[in-house]
């Protein structure tokens, strides 16, 4: 192994009430579509912020719950500039990013904050605090970098122990890689940027690119089952994280890099996913890639969205491999069209010779084509072969080529997208996502489903709403379906009830048609009551097994999952 010394700057926190950092918003100037489609599909006016976050003073932030001894120790295992009982420290950490806990936020119900921030430098001092926070029957919540969308951060409401978030962001380090295995020795801490960059100096690239990155961690992805828009080449992160070591009630957990095993019910699987609940992931031995000689993703238009459907499976099915397959519904496309700056190159989409084109010489109808962006990768060579073999199939169901402009504009804007939804909720309106997966022959059902669901849903609530779905992250078997839904809530009830109207109708929908809860936004609170029916009583009896087993005092990252 390569030993890597570069000691990088921690990161600053997100803003306690929204998405990212200070300063940094979504706007509308230069977007000329995007007041008219909002005003269109939700009713509501752009130009007019009809709520706001409080100012952080005007908060009621509980005093913590704190003894002399518990705080004595974790200055001993951390330093007393590493445990912080900070008001806005607590707040950041007290949840994720979820639109009901945006929402909780805004309305300062702040939720059980936790009474204490720990820092630990290594995973030593990360077995004391645990060992210090056992002794003492406090609760200990691993934080990464607090993006969780399902709820599986914040400490039960009824809990009296005292409750200590664990902030991984000292441990930032790659540690070392070996070149031979294509194997990455990295501390958990690490966030998306600074990963890379560490890799990118030495020539290699992790290429886990969830919508969070920027704000997201190595080890809450493992703890969540992450998965990046590149992972149809580079992988899940559960299929990217081969070696673990985490500390546990019980010690320190250790599992080998190794390809693969037969020791038995995989307990590398069981750490991935398990949101806090098992121990605290400290370092992961991951899979890297040399940095690709060539990287271009393309924007493609289909006919529609079975024709859209079928090409990737097709493409799932061929030899090609890309390292994204990503397709827009019509709806999902025309906010796309919306959301674009004038005189961006998608708008010659709109253009008259295009549309002329499409419409007479390849028979679209404007109003139903879908957007898609493929990605490729490798030497020059071997991607000129991928997009041919692509653009064959693409072809064959009617899409055409428009070329690398939006796709290199999709690349460059996509993590600025998480700050629409702040956005909406400052001009009173809620937008949020529900994902799943379902193999290839199930697709079609559950998209015809979750629509008929959330449309049924926003009916019964008297409400105008938006849904849009895109299809990503395919598989052999399968694909992923990401939906998100936007509306403005009538004022007869109270907005986060209806907000559970709608998201609820979506996954049950999800589960009624053959799909999982979640493809990799995890369990959480928010997707726990479809457990069972996703994986059985069964499956739920061996996961509380697991979890009672392993943290028999109830004291890691308790409720969450189940
Ligand atoms: C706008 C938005 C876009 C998103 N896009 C994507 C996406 O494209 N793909 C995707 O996969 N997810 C996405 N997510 C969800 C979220 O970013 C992921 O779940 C991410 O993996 C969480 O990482 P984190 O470092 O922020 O963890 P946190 O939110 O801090 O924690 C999440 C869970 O992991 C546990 N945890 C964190 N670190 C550790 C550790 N070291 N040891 C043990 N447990 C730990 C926490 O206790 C908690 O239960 C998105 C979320 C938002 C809000």
């Given at each position: 192994m390569t030993a890597v010394a570069t000691r990088p700057p921690v990161k600053g926190a997100m803003k306690w009430w929204g998405w990212?950092?200070?300063?940094?918003a979504f706007s509308h100037?230069?977007?000329?579509?995007f007041g008219p489609f909002i005003k269109e599909?939700?009713?509501?006016?752009?130009?007019?912020?009809?709520a706001r976050p409080p100012a952080f003073g005007e908060l009621d932030v509980p005093e913590p719950n704190l003894g002399d001894d518990l705080r004595a120790a974790l200055e001993r295992a951390v330093?007393?500039?590493?445990?912080s009982d900070d008001s806005h420290d607590r707040v950041v950490h007290a949840?994720?990013?979820?639109l009901r806990e945006l929402i909780r936020q805004r309305r300062g119900?702040?939720?059980?904050?936790?009474?204490v921030i720990v820092r630990p430098g290594d995973e030593t001092e990360v077995a004391e605090v645990l060992r210090a926070a056992l002794d003492a029957d406090a609760v200990v919540i691993p934080f990464g970098?607090?993006?969780?969308?399902?709820?599986?951060l914040e400490a039960p409401a009824q809990e009296t122990r005292t409750v200590i978030s664990v902030d991984?962001?000292?441990?930032?380090?790659?540690?070392?890689?070996d070149e031979t295995s294509r194997l990455a020795r990295v501390q958990a801490g690490v966030y998306g940027p600074h990963l890379e960059a560490q890799l990118n100096a030495q020539?290699?690239?992790?290429g886990h690119y969830p919508d969070s990155f920027t704000h997201s961690t190595l080890g809450g992805w493992i703890a969540t089952r992450s998965s990046g828009m590149q992972s149809d080449r580079y992988g899940d992160i559960a299929d990217a994280t081969r070696g673990l070591r985490v500390v546990t009630p019980s010690g320190m957990l250790v599992t080998r890099?190794?390809?693969?095993?037969?020791?038995?019910?995989s307990v590398r699987e069981m750490v991935l996913g398990s949101e806090g609940r098992l121990g605290i992931i400290c370092e992961a031995t991951v899979q890297v890639r040399r940095l690709p000689e060539e990287r271009t993703i393309l924007g493609y238009l289909f006919p529609d969205w079975a024709a859209s459907v079928q090409a990737m499976n097709a493409i799932a099915a061929s030899e090609a491999a890309p390292s994204v397959t990503r397709v827009a519904d019509a709806d999902e496309t025309r906010f796309s069209f919306a959301t674009?700056?004038?005189?961006?190159?998608?708008d010659s989409v709109k253009s008259k010779a295009l549309g002329t084109y499409l419409k007479?010489?390849?028979?679209?109808?404007l109003d139903e084509m879908c957007l898609a962006f493929i990605g490729y990768e490798g030497p020059e060579r071997f991607v000129a072969a991928q997009r041919k073999g692509v653009g064959r199939i693409v072809s064959a169901h009617g899409g055409v080529c428009i070329g690398a402009s939006p796709g290199e504009l999709y690349d460059q804007k996509?993590?600025?997208?998480?700050y629409i939804r702040d956005y909406l909720l400052d001009r009173g309106s809620l937008a949020d996502v529900s994902e799943t997966s379902a193999p290839w022959g199930t697709l079609p059902g559950l998209y015809a489903g979750a629509r008929a669901a959330a449309n049924g849903a926003f009916s019964a609530l008297g409400v105008q709403g938006y849904l849009m779905c895109h299809l990503s992250h395919s598989y052999n078997a399968g694909a992923c379906l990401y939906f998100t839904f936007a509306f403005a809530p009538?004022?007869?009830?109270?907005a986060l009830e209806q907000y559970d109207v709608v998201k609820s109708a979506i996954q049950q929908a999800f589960v009624d048609h053959g799909?999982?809860?979640s493809h990799h936004h995890a369990?959480?609170?928010?997707h726990a009551p479809w457990l069972e029916q996703d994986i059985s009583a069964p499956g739920v009896g061996m996961l509380r097994a697991l979890f009672d087993g392993t943290d028999p005092g109830a004291n890691l990252n308790p409720g969450k999952i189940v």
């Open positions: 990212g950092e200070e300063g940094v100037e230069g977007k000329p579509g599909h939700l009713g509501i006016d752009v130009e007019h912020t009809s330093g007393d500039a590493h445990v949840r994720g990013k979820s119900d702040l939720g059980r904050v936790p009474d970098g607090g993006t969780s969308i399902s709820g599986s991984l962001e000292r441990m930032d380090r790659l540690l070392a890689i020539g290699w690239t992790f890099p190794v390809p693969s095993t037969s020791t038995g019910p674009k700056k004038g005189n961006s190159p998608l007479r010489r390849r028979g679209f109808d996509k993590f600025d997208t998480p009538s004022g007869t009830r109270d799909g999982t809860l369990v959480g609170t928010e």
